[in-house]
């Protein structure tokens, strides 16, 4: 019985992030956990198996040997134009904050089926920040939220959850015992505004 195009974007993105010996950081479970939790993620609102197959595959371009005509050839033009929509373009740029203004202006440009499943990552990879790297976290959540302000194309229901859980946890770090003042959040929000890339936050953004 052939496989489904899922069930074939699922086995190829186990034995491509095995093959790279990649775990999840904190947890050092295998790294397909996660593409796991995303496909689960978009499962949950209306998705086709297109979607489902790039949710799998969505970190093999960026993390592993796999190129995108690799994918093409074995997915498909639209599979593999989702994931390519999902992969972080280069930067060479030492500074943090000139490369996540890279990686913003990309997913901004993204498709709504796309940028339902980078919202489904951020789900995902926000989930347990607070818990496991309470230094970095901060950082993080920042620039998670302001780049959920430009997936305003995604799935409403996965943003609303994002969302929430995003604001949930700057509220958790704001309280004993982490306490990172709220002038804090706002001016590392501000390093990211003010050297921003053409194309990603509106004025009106900014202002929200």
Known sequence: MPYSLEEKAKR???HAHAQA????KYTN??????????ADLVRTVRADETML?????HDTLED????RHQLQQLFGHEVALLVDMLTNPPCRSPDRVQRTQSYLQHTAKASPRAQTIKIADIIDNTRDIVDNDPEFAPVYLVEKQ???R???HGDPLLWQQADQQIRQAILRLSAPPFNVPARWFRHRASQYLSARAPG????QEERR
Do not use: D, M, N
Not at 21 to 24: D, E, L, P, S, V
Not at 64 to 67: E, K, V
Not at 200 to 203: F, K, R, V
């Open 12 to 14: 190829f993105a186990c």
């Open 21 to 24: 010996k990649q775990r999840r």
């Open 29 to 38: 479970a295998p790294y397909i956990v996660h593409p796991g939790a995303v």
């Open 53 to 57: 197959a790039a949710a799998w595959l």
């Open 64 to 67: 592993t040997p796999t190129t």
């Open 146 to 148: 302001l780049q959920l």
């Open 150 to 152: 430009l997936l305003r």
């Open 200 to 203: 990603t936050l509106s004025e």
